[in-house]
């Protein structure tokens, strides 16, 4: 009997974010309108989706008889994932035949560590900064989630607009749910799908500092968009989008997590960070700027550098008190696509048009890189990152490796 340890996602924990998708370097991973799934024929355990994921779904294992496999038709109607069989189990217990040692040698080492994750099988770190706080993860679940109270809902945008943004205040009262920058919670939205499931979670990034979005209190803030359409442009309502954007001060939401173990801010003070968001891709860019300025007094010294995109201002998310922070504390650059009368202009060409500075903070070992907001723009701005590493004299390879390995490059596109 051949034996091998099956890879599985959890699916009472999985928040469906396609990180683990994106990160697959074989394509063994795809999904339904239900599930995230593993093909068993595919997937090598190679490990590089399990350090990105962001809350641990996509670490589970069962030994299973090869003929009898989990199929991806099966997994995609699971609720909650199987228990161990122990037929295969026993299976292997009893010395397997070499080939199913083989197969799951890889995913037999489930201590490796992320380090050990080859970086050029990655486009960003699956590392976080050496000196970022350490963060809790998966403190509440969907069984268990935390209630939070709304205190405060409020458009970002201006009215003019059909880009309705906004700033949501939560509140956790005394129950404990600690944060820190660049990490992102789960939302549980009320009601069930058409084929009466409950609803998935949604993942929002914070976008307030660890001590809170009112400084001293056990709250957070989110920056969340309305959703209107789907990716295809035809009127579609985002469940949990329009959920959170209706709400009013006083309402309860269930949230679980908080998520996210790599995307983090650095906490040395002389440490520089090189921001580039789009959107709602602001919000962890909010929180670690929102950090930094509370800590100007206590000896923060590193450079903030920010590159924010919008299609016009009116939709540019912050843009008030954004443009009056300081210039000696923040370098900030926008880019709009869509100003009538105005060329295109995106975050990447911002880059190039900062050229030498941008070069300046790529050659110095102190520079963190983080980059959010939707897909699209993930390979503009590594290419700009490339033309403006030669245009400085950098190998951008050697660079890229480095920065990958020294957790200095976090990417989070959606």
Not at 124 to 130: A, F, I, K, N, V
Not at 238 to 257: E, F, P
Not at 321 to 346: C, E, H, M, W
Not at 369 to 378: A, P, R, S, W
Request: aromatic share 8%; hydrophobic share 35%; glycine share 8%.
């Amino acid at each position: 009997m051949e034996v091998l340890k099956q890879h599985l996602i959890d699916p009472e924990i999985c928040i469906r974010c396609n990180t683990c998708e994106e990160t697959c370097p074989v394509d063994a991973i795809t999904h339904d309108a239900n599930n995230y799934v593993v093909k068993a024929e595919v997937c090598n355990g190679c490990m590089a989706c399990i350090s990105p994921c962001p809350t641990g779904s996509i670490d589970n294992w069962r030994t299973v008889l090869k003929s009898q496999a989990y199929s991806i038709e099966e997994q995609f109607t699971w609720d909650e994932l199987p228990a161990q069989n122990t037929t295969a189990s026993a299976a292997l217990d009893n010395h397997a035949p070499a080939s199913a040692d083989a197969g799951a040698s890889a995913a037999d080492n489930l201590d490796e560590s992320p380090a050990g994750i080859d970086v050029d099988t990655a486009r960003g770190s699956t590392l976080p900064p050496w000196s970022a706080a350490k963060p809790y993860v998966n403190l509440y679940t969907h069984k268990l989630p935390i209630v939070a109270t709304v205190v405060g809902n409020y458009r970002l945008t201006g009215e003019s607009t059909a880009s309705d943004i906004h700033h949501i205040m939560l509140d956790f009262g005394t129950t404990p749910f600690p944060v820190v920058e660049g990490q992102s919670i789960g939302i549980l939205p009320p009601g069930a799908t058409q084929d009466g499931k409950t609803h998935h979670a949604r993942q929002y990034s914070i976008a307030s500092p660890r001590d809170g979005e009112r400084e001293g209190y056990n709250n957070l803030s989110l920056t969340v968009k309305r959703v209107t359409q789907d990716h295809r442009g035809k009127e579609a309502d985002g469940v949990c989008s329009n959920y959170l954007c209706d709400l009013k001060k006083g309402d309860k939401v269930n949230v679980i997590g908080p998520f996210g173990s790599t995307f983090l801010m650095p906490n040395h003070p002389n440490s520089h960070l090189l921001m580039i968001c789009t959107g709602t891709g602001s919000a962890p860019m909010r929180a670690m700027t929102e950090y930094r300025r509370r800590r100007r007094l206590k000896g923060a010294t590193g450079k903030l550098m920010l590159f924010f995109g919008a299609r016009t201002k009116e939709e540019l998310p912050y843009f008030g008190p954004l443009v009056n922070l300081p210039k000696d504390f923040i370098d900030t650059t926008l880019a709009f696509s869509r100003t009538a009368g105005q060329p295109k202009r995106y975050v990447q060409d911002a880059m190039r048009e900062r050229a030498a500075d941008v070069g300046q903070m790529l050659r110095d070992d102190n520079t963190f890189i983080y980059v959010c907001g939707l897909k699209g723009m993930e390979d503009g701005v590594l290419q700009a990152l490339r033309d403006i590493a030669v245009q400085n004299g950098i190998e951008w390879d050697p660079l890229w490796r480095a920065l990958k390995r020294e957790g200095r490059l976090h990417l989070e596109t959606y």
